[in-house]
């Protein structure tokens, strides 16, 4: 089939947003003939990847827009990111059409950004239209606010009004939605508030993936020694470490060795609180580089996530291809990943209860090397289901199934 994909984000060498679009168009081009219209600042990458890998070139076509950018604009008002990129989002409609005109393309494919308050253009071609993954539609849980910083209170609760006011009052989003011939959710959660908003159902197929295996054995824990847990992500207040500290700080900590990677707004804050909560086994690391990071979670037993806004994040893949067991709550997109063969995931009812939960939950694998083992096991085989070239399958069965958009 022949599709036209909107892929701002595109790069072989970098992660997040760009990585995940160059992984799924990577993946789709072996099945189909992709036309990628993305951002001009990827080029350079994408010039690079095919001088090292010529042979893949012809698979590819390429289209390059410039987005405007204004750095103290955005620095002042960081919302002020989106005027530019609904410009951008514009400029490639424009695109689009005179690309529409030479190659009559089968299926339209509005890729990334993943958030949902920008869904382009595209959809007003009156081609079968795909959308997704799509995100943003979570919200902090109410309950667990209080626990952050006097800074993080404040943003995340307007960030909770605002993305509900959003949500319901974008045009744009609803006349996309209404136009999509096939909807993508990025987590269970996504896939709901689709439902309940603008009555369509969608695909649940997570924005991230995991590339290779793991291929690291499973050691089990001696006797004497102290289960190292793993934490990872950007020190801020949304990322909630603060939950955990209060968890290891239930009991005798001293049979746990917590390894903390990241730096942020929150660093000084949560390395105060752990001294204040007498943490002693605690390491930590700062921002270092992806293989040392990737060595620090090998080393360990055990990860633990507390993200209270995400969708699904690649570092819990990264987790369980390593043979770690995963604490997660059952949140975000963490919830569609976590099985009982692979984790525990942690209601949330309020913060006493989840701090007690994720202490209680530590605490049964300390203790049951058998089931941290057995668990382990478990997640090296969850992590194969989320492979880039499966969910590529996923997309290209969408676009083989979905019905002509009516003009």
Known sequence: MKILVNCYAC?????????????FVRCLAKKHELHIITES???????????EHPGEQEY??????????????????PPSYYWFYKAWQKKAYKLALELEGKEHFDVIHQLNMVGYREPGYLWKMGKPFVWGPIGGFGKV??????????WGMVFYTCHNIINNWQMRMNWRVKAAMKKASGLI???????????????????????????????????RRLPDEKLKICWSGQHTPGKSLNLLLDSIALGENEKVELHVM???????????????????????HGW???????QIMQSCHLFCITSLKDLTSTVILEALSFGLPVIALDHCGFSNVLTPTCGIKIAINNKKQVVEDFY???????????????LAKGAQIRSKEFNWEDKAEAISKIYETVPVQNI
């Open 141 to 150: 849980p109410w309950s667990l606010i209080p626990s952050m910083s006097l």
């Open 185 to 219: 959710a990025a987590t269970k959660d996504v896939q709901t508030a689709i439902r309940q908003l603008y009555g369509k159902d969608s695909i649940i197929i997570p924005e991230v993936g995991l590339i290779g295996n793991g291929g690291c054995q499973i050691s």
């Open 41 to 51: 600042k990827f080029q350079p990458d994408l010039e690079k990847y095919f001088c």
């Open 262 to 284: 990241g730096e942020g707004s929150e660093t000084k804050r949560w390395k105060r609180k752990s001294k204040r909560l007498g943490l002693r086994n605690i390491v930590w």
């Open 360 to 374: 209680k939950a530590i605490i049964e694998i300390e203790k049951d090397e058998e089931r941290r083992h057995l």
């Open 11 to 23: 790069s072989p060498f970098k992660g997040s947003e760009p990585g995940m679009g160059w992984n």
């Open 288 to 294: 270092v580089p992806r293989d040392n990071g990737l």
């Open 60 to 77: 590819y076509h390429f289209y390059f827009i410039r987005k405007n950018r204004h750095k103290k604009m955005r620095k002042i008002w």
